[in-house]
C-alpha cells in the first residue's frame, strides 16, 4: 500500500486550503483514513479520522474549522481546512488502517508541509 499526499503550501492567515491523500496496492474494505500533523519541536497529533462509512473524529483544536472526506472510488482521503491560523503550522501527514490477517496495519504517506503566516 503506497499513500501520496498533497496540497500543502504557504498561505496567510484567514486563508484556506485543501490536502490530499490517494492510496494505492491492496486495498480491503475495512479500513480507516486520518490525517495527523507534526509541528516543529512537538509530537505528531491526529487531526481527523474517518472510516470507511464516512463517520469522523476532529481534534478539539480543529473543529468547526477543518473537514475531512474521503473518495472510495478513487481512494482518497481530503482535509478541507479553513480559516488557517499560525497555530496551523506543521508537516501533515495522511494514515491508511486496514485488517490484515485479522490485524489493524497502519501505512503512513511521505507528509505535505503546511505554513501559515500572520
Known amino acids: 500500500v503506497q499513500l501520496q499526499a498533497s496540497g500543502g503550501g504557504l498561505v496567510q492567515a484567514g486563508e484556506s486550503l485543501r490536502l490530499s491523500c490517494a492510496v494505492s496496492?491492496?486495498?480491503?474494505?475495512?479500513?480507516?483514513m486520518a490525517w495527523y500533523r507534526q509541528a516543529p519541536g512537538k509530537q505528531r497529533e491526529l487531526v481527523a479520522d474517518i472510516g470507511s462509512t464516512g463517520s469522523t473524529i476532529y481534534a478539539d483544536s480543529v473543529k468547526g474549522q477543518f473537514t475531512a472526506s474521503r473518495d472510495n472510488v478513487k481512494n482518497t482521503v481530503y482535509l478541507q481546512m479553513n480559516n488557517l491560523k499560525p497555530e496551523d503550522t506543521a508537516v501533515y501527514y495522511c494514515?491508511?488502517?486496514?485488517?490484515?490477517?485479522?490485524?489493524?496495519?497502519?501505512?503512513w504517506g511521505q507528509g505535505t508541509e503546511v505554513t501559515v503566516s500572520s
Open positions: 496496492g491492496s486495498i480491503f474494505s475495512q479500513n480507516v
Open positions: 494514515k491508511f488502517r486496514q485488517v490484515e490477517r485479522r490485524s489493524w496495519v497502519d501505512y
